[in-house]
Nanobody, 126 residues
Framework: QVQLVESGGRLVQAGGSLRLSCAAS????????MGWFRQAPGKEREFVAA????????YYGDSVKGRFTISRDNAKNTVYLQMNSLKPEDTAVYYC???????????????????WGQGTQVTVSS
């Protein structure tokens, strides 16, 4: 059974930084693309960032480009989301997800992920 466990969310002031982590287990981590999504109260789930299985390709949502960086450490079965210059509108529950197909594509689409973590709350105060 695949498990994804996020950590690192907390309350931070606007302009600050956070690094989220997502530890994966249950299958060969290095074969699968990984993504980060977020959901704020009353809003739909939003794509944040994704990284290919090799780590060579990364993708970002328009609202976070230039501020957030996704990375992965296949030796540690972990994907990270470095968030800088945080804004109050970044407040949301952040979820990591694992692509449903080994070496798959379409990493910006929630439908391409079949495993999700429980989420970690990020709150940015103004």
């Amino acid at each position: 059974q695949v498990q994804l466990v996020e950590s690192g969310g907390r309350l931070v002031q606007a302009g600050g930084s956070l690094r989220l982590s997502c530890a994966a287990s249950g299958r060969t981590f290095s074969n699968y693309g990984m993504g980060w999504f977020r959901q704020a109260p009353g809003k739909e789930r939003e794509f944040v960032a994704a990284i290919s299985w090799s780590g060579l390709s990364t993708y970002y949502g328009d609202s976070v480009k230039g501020r957030f960086t996704i990375s992965r450490d296949n030796a540690k079965n972990t994907v990270y989301l470095q968030m800088n210059s945080l804004k109050p509108e970044d407040t949301a529950v952040y979820y990591c997800a694992s692509n449903q197909i080994a070496y798959g594509s379409g990493l910006t689409l929630p439908s391409m992920y079949n495993y999700w973590g429980q989420g970690t709350q990020v709150t940015v105060s103004s």
